[in-house]
């Protein structure tokens, strides 16, 4: 069975970091290309970038995300990385993983001071 898991959101201040974690079940990253979404709130989801099954990484093409997130895995650990640093208000909402047919629960980000 299929399933991913994301953690590792929380509060912060604006200009902090913080590392959201996917880890995915009953399937290997080297057979998907993973992306990450985010929905702010009262908006439709966006998506911000992918990591492929090869390793080669996609970000949105937007001021908003170039230059200050990454994606990253592990395949050891069948795990995707978000690492968001210098973060924003308007960064505030619900971050997810995805890959064809499947979405995490998502996990909630908070920029707040």
């Known amino acids: 069975q299929v399933q991913l898991m994301e953690s590792g959101g929380g509060f912060v201040q604006p200009g902090g970091s913080l590392r959201l974690s996917c880890v995915i079940s009953g399937t290997n990253l080297t057979r998907v290309d993973v992306d990450w979404f985010r929905r702010a709130p009262g908006e439709q989801r966006e998506w911000i970038a992918q990591i492929s099954r090869s390793g080669s990484t996609l970000y949105a093409d937007s001021d908003s995300v170039q230059g200050r997130f990454t994606v990253s895995r592990d395949v050891a650990k069948n795990t995707v990385y978000l690492q968001m640093d210098s973060l924003q208000f308007a960064d505030t909402g619900v971050y997810y993983c995805?890959?064809?047919?499947?979405w995490g629960q998502g996990t909630q980000v908070t920029v707040s001071s």
């Open positions: 995805y890959f064809p047919r499947y």
